[in-house]
DNA sequence: ACTATTTAAATCGCGTGCGATATAATTTTC
DNA sequence: GAAAATTATATCGCACGCGATTTAAATAGT
């Protein structure tokens, strides 16, 4: 019972943990022609998607801690692609929104899935299982995420 | 066509990027009780299995580098849970040995797994289902991985 | 109204994670 | 067998990632 236990999370966890490193690794030479990195990148993303939201909201989308999200958005805005400023309605939220160049990152950007595919494509797996690797990962994020806050996770 | 490639990457790299992180903070409160870091509690893993390594065994195992892997193994050092010393053979080599305090850890580590599954029993996947995603997600990694090092990457 | 609580960001400190570079020991090449 | 290339590890600088704490603003409780 233990034993099992144990085989299963010793097998599970690392690969997770492992593969997050490896995907960030195959994206960095596309995000490195746009002088970002990836956790910036996604940043952009949700900006790209929507613009004008709250830290809270970003913090929320990306699953991370404000101390991660402030001084990264520190570094976007010094690169001139966002600007923050504070809320008239509440003067403690930070309203952040993207410069003319942020926005103009966007068509940059757009080929870089196309790309990303291309070096994953070693991986031989097909587009199904591609499809149901993410359902899974999906719903552990669910359940996992809404531990902490029972926020709309989406990036979709 | 550039428009699937777009939805599939976003949806999928975000997914393994957050499900790690939150794998780690389900991690964090056992391992807090044993005073490590989770890259350490994997450093240790593997000195576990086999003992007396070179750091570039245990570079190659848990997918780091160097310059992860050396300050990782000096603050295990330091808590004195290892012992790092030259290879006679090979003067280049440092050989990574647990201390009886590092061997010791051992069992208190061993009620880990099974509690972490405990935490992670709210995302409803059945056994199958993990070990159908852990499948896949290894499939990834030896293809990724082995970009870098053709050997073999295996925790299990 | 006024204090207590909650909420939104920011700050501090420390441990990764990695590109780039350095250093020293071994192996290869000619 | 000496110079060149390779290998193993370490060092430096910077960007996360997060626990803990702080600050300020808004809301709740009485």
Chains 1, 2 share one sequence.
């Not at 690969?15 to 596309?30: D, E, H, K, N, W």
Request: glycine fraction near 4%.
């Amino acid at each position: 019972m233990a034993t099992e236990h144990l085989k299963l999370e010793n097998q599970l966890c690392f690969p997770v943990y492992a593969v997050s490193r490896l995907i960030t690794r195959a994206y960095q030479p596309f995000l490195d022609e746009l002088g970002i990195t990836y956790p910036q990148y996604l940043a952009l993303l949700v900006l790209w998607e929507k613009d004008n939201v709250t830290v809270n909201d970003i913090r929320q989308k990306l699953v991370l801690n404000t101390n991660t999200v402030t001084p990264l958005l520190k570094r976007l805005e010094t690169m001139g692609l966002i600007r923050r400023s504070k809320s008239t309605q509440d003067e403690r939220k930070v309203l952040v929104e993207l410069t003319p160049e942020g926005r103009a990152l966007e068509s940059r950007a757009a080929t870089i899935p196309e790309r990303l595919v291309g070096s994953l494509s070693t991986t031989d797996l097909s587009v199904d299982e591609w499809m149901d690797l993410k359902a899974k990962l999906d719903r552990v994020l669910t359940s996992l995420g809404s531990q902490q806050n029972p926020t709309d996770l989406g990036l979709d």
